[in-house]
């Protein structure tokens, strides 16, 4: 029990960090992952400053580093599968002997990790360009944060990754999943002012929970302030991965029969 | 128990591409299918392109599943068991697509020892032994995108020996390689063999198939024509002449003069440079060099030559026969 | 001397050969991706900053839709521009484009006019969308005025594009450049920021970059102002189109004369 536990440790992370690095060495994401968040960061930066709301930097800087994880899991994530069907990998995925469905966390959660550049580089930008004071109370409760915003993006991912591959037109349904969900998790700032109905659907979001906890964490919230948002945007995520896993394998089954696994 | 064992296996494609499903064209690429490797034998799919050795390779590696019939890896069904049958089975499928080429090939085969649940303690010396089988140990540390596509291949072949498979298919391992790597490869496919493995290996190259392989099935059009070992393929043919003629500018025309005379079993045309080398398959004996001559028409001839029957000339009469059996099964 | 029949000959190697290109070019093949990145993106993006505006209330919703909606026309205009000229070059067909006989100026001129269209369609479409979602109240009559500041922003962008294009032939990733400038323009146009808020460089270079001049115009004249309020900034947008365009230009003709003394039109 103890072996089995700790070679899925292993596996994950070796799993995890192979994808982390291959995602790594694409020059793309320096545009996409670093560049556009602090394109965000400072464009909100002084948008606060127009309003006469200059206190906040950090919450910019965190706001503008989580729309770069949230990026990073839609269309990594997202098209996941799409990209091992040009890399000619998926075939190989499929042929050994794990699940696709953990092949495809690896890549998930390497996609949300790879998202966690773009929370440095805001960080730093925001310590370099606008003197952001470092003011986290507890540095470990904002890494501990962080990393439960990685594992629900990773699980979101999940849901993604099984669900785009059905639509004939994934990427152009990922490139729409941007705009809307920074709107609604209130990454940025809490949105209040967003007409009554869309609030419950903001409620239910995993990512609402997961941006609010890395927020309060980021403001010098408690242990306890931080650690509930963040437990339920795990629970909400959780109830992501379950129906993704069960979508996968007959995702993996109907190609097998539709022929669809190459590219050809 | 069979290593691999196909039954009446069929693969039909619905294929129809654009916004209208509905009425795509169903095409059969594998069609009923039937043949029994025992452990340890190295078995050969012999065809031409397109004939559906790649989509019988699929089904046998789970990657596809058949419309019809059964087949079975060291006793479990592809279709209704994959995982089992993952775990006994290596694969390469041809061409240098397939690997994480940002990466190192040192990092492609850490993966996926860890995916084929290699365990742990023996993973780094099973890599390095790996490498060194397929002469990669010197470069294991380099990109994959710089890699030829020689390496490519080798560095897929031990990505599939990664978790000491019992049954290895290679589909078209040699396909684009130059003739020293495409040897060096037959080399390690036969000490694989030597050591036990059964491996299943597709290839349209004759002397490929001829030089490994025990047993081979010649498959076309998605039928298996011929099955038998190589030497017996070539008894078909035993009972025939092959008469070979260096020839300028011969046309389809001449071909058919050739083919209506009387003793003549079949022909192949190669196109060399600027001449053609014409295989006019004869009786044994029938001493048709003066009536083929003529049935050219004068034109410029190079060397003429009479000589036994090889395995090509097995294959291609093969391909011949079922080819005008379908076309009688077609005008029936 | 210039005959009639040059002239109609050069009007058609605008339109017919620009429409052509363009068809052939214009890689967002797949509808679903170019609706989506086109015209849905562009209204997500809108509604997104002018909630973040209201929360802050930097500024009325009227600020941020005339600001997105312009900002609009710069995706399929810088996008298209780049795309007109890297394409021949990935199809392999920019030898044969760069030896034809014909005029540079027409034969660049026609690979804009469609971007151009079709930034126009984006940028109405989105304005429109914004004004009815939100329900920003602008005269009908103003919201015709919008659209020569529209038209012209669609041109700058245009002309940005196809300078970046040029700049392509001989970078490795020109689409890696657009994404880069899409962003600058986010930044420096006050499309979703109020200039003032942004220190002096980042003014001064939103000065020279394209939708700038034209976001002021079209908040002038969607204010009720008179068009010829406006037109000293739509003056500004123009020149700067003009200015991208004959530097796209100088560009792709020092390119071609570099390759061809090369002898590497196709390199890579």
Redo the contacts between chains.
């Keep these: 029990m103890r072996g089995d536990l700790r ?1 899925v440790l ?2 994950t992370v ?2 995890v960090r ?1 994808h982390v ?2 995602m790594s ?4 994401i320096l ?2 992952t670093l ?2 968040p602090l ?1 965000y960061a ?3 930066f ?6 006469d ?1 200059p206190g906040t930097p950090a919450q910019v800087a965190v706001g503008a580093g989580l729309m770069g994880m949230w990026e990073s899991v839609v269309s990594r994530a997202g098209g996941a599968v799409q990209t091992q069907r040009w ?3 998926l ?9 696709l469905a ?2 495809l966390a690896h890549i998930t959660l390497a996609a949300a990790i790879v998202g966690t550049y773009s929370m440095g580089a805001t960080l730093a930008w925001g310590m370099l360009v606008f003197g952001m004071a470092p003011a986290f109370t507890d540095p470990a409760l904002f890494v501990l944060a962080v990393a439960g915003c990685v594992v629900s993006l990773g699980m979101i991912g999940m849901l993604l990754a099984s669900t785009l591959v059905l639509l ?2 994934a ?3 990922a ?2 999943l ?3 969900i ?2 609604l998790s209130g990454v ?2 809490p ?4 007409p009554g109905w869309m609030q419950p659907i903001s409620a239910v979001l995993p990512t609402t929970w997961a941006a609010r906890a890395v927020h309060l964490a980021a403001g010098g919230g408690g242990p306890g302030e931080v650690l509930v948002p963040m437990g339920i945007g795990l629970a909400l995520s959780l109830g992501c991965l379950l129906p993704a896993v069960r979508m996968i394998a007959w995702v993996e ?1 109907r190609s ?4 669809t ?2 590219l050809t | 128990m069979w290593a691999v064992e196909a039954i009446g296996l069929s693969r039909v494609y619905a294929s129809g591409a654009g916004w209208f499903r509905t009425r795509g064209a169903r095409i059969t690429a594998v069609r009923d299918v039937s043949f029994q490797v025992p452990e340890g034998e190295l078995f050969g799919l012999l065809g031409p392109n397109g004939a559906g050795k790649t989509t019988t390779m699929r089904m046998l590696t789970t990657l596809l599943l058949p419309t019809a019939g059964t087949a079975r890896v060291l006793g479990h069904d592809v279709a209704r068991d994959p995982v089992p049958v993952r775990r006994v089975i290596g694969a390469v499928s041809g061409g240098d697509r397939g690997l994480y080429d940002r990466l190192s090939a040192l990092d492609n085969l850490r993966y996926f020892a860890e995916l084929y649940g290699v365990e742990p303690r023996v993973q780094r010396a099973r890599i390095g032994e790996l490498l060194e089988l397929v002469g990669l140990t010197g470069r294991a540390r380099d990109r994959v995108e710089g890699y030829s596509r020689g390496m490519r291949q080798r560095l897929h072949v031990a990505r599939a020996l990664l978790h000491r498979p019992k049954v290895l298919f290679l589909d078209e391992p040699t396909a684009g390689l130059d003739p020293l790597a495409a040897r060096d490869l037959r080399q390690t496919v036969a000490r694989l063999v030597a050591s036990g493995t059964t491996v299943l290996l597709t290839t349209h190259y004759m002397a490929e198939a001829d030089q490994l392989c025990d047993r081979i099935a010649v498959i076309s059009d998605g039928v298996v024509c011929a099955l038998g070992t190589p030497a017996a393929l070539k008894d078909q043919v035993k009972e025939r002449d092959v008469l070979e003629v260096e020839v300028y500018g011969a046309a389809a025309e001449h071909i058919a003069r050739i083919e209506e005379l009387a003793g003549v079993r079949g022909t192949s045309v190669e196109e060399r440079e600027h001449l053609q080398v014409l295989a006019v398959h004869t009786d044994r004996g029938a001493g048709l060099l003066g009536p083929v001559v003529a049935a050219l028409d004068g034109l410029r001839l190079g060397k003429v030559a009479t000589r036994e029957p090889s395995l090509e000339d097995a294959y291609l009469a093969i391909l011949q026969e079922s080819g005008r059996e379908s076309a009688a099964e077609v005008r029936a | 001397m210039i005959t009639r029949a040059k002239v109609r000959q050069g009007a058609r190697v605008i339109v017919i050969g620009g429409a052509i290109s363009y068809r052939a070019l214009f890689t967002w093949t797949a509808p679903a991706m170019f609706v989506s990145s086109l015209f849905v993106v562009p209204v997500l993006q809108l509604l997104f900053f002018t909630h973040l505006g209201r929360q802050l209330g930097v500024a009325d919703d009227r600020f941020f839709v005339i600001g997105g909606a312009v900002l609009s026309a710069g995706f399929p205009c810088v996008f298209g521009g780049t795309m007109a000229v890297a394409n021949e070059r990935a199809y392999g067909t920019l030898g044969a484009v760069l030896l034809t006989p014909g005029g540079r100026v027409a034969l660049w001129a026609g690979r804009m006019v469609p971007y151009v269209l079709n930034g126009l369609i984006v940028a109405v479409f989105t304005l429109v969308t914004g004004v009815l979602i939100l329900r920003v109240r602008i005269a009908p009559a103003d919201l015709l005025m919008i659209v020569p500041t529209l038209v012209t922003a669609a041109a700058s962008c245009s002309a940005l594009g196809l300078a970046l294009g040029a700049i392509g032939l001989m970078a490795r990733d020109v689409f890696m450049v657009s994404n880069l400038a899409m962003t600058v323009l986010l930044l420096v146009s006050g499309a979703d920021v109020p200039r003032s808020a942004l220190p002096g460089w980042m003014r001064a270079v939103g000065e020279v970059t394209p939708v700038t001049h034209a976001v002021v115009a079209a908040r002038a004249v969607a204010g009720g102002a008179p068009l010829a309020d406006a037109l000293p900034a739509l003056a500004g947008e123009a020149a700067i189109a003009v200015v991208l365009a004959t530097a796209a230009v100088v560009l792709l003709r020092w390119f071609e004369h570099g390759s061809r003394r090369r002898g590497a039109l196709d390199a890579h």
């Design positions: 070679r292993r596996l070796v799993g192979h690095l291959c060495t694409s020059p793309m545009v996409f560049v556009t394109a400072t464009l909100a002084y948008l606060f400053r127009a309003a709301r890399l000619g990998t075939e190989t995925l499929v042929m050994a002997p794990m699940p953990v092949s004939r037109n990427n152009a349904v490139n729409t941007d705009y809307p920074y709107l940025l700032v949105i209040t002012v967003l089954r097998r029969t539709a022929a696994l190459a």
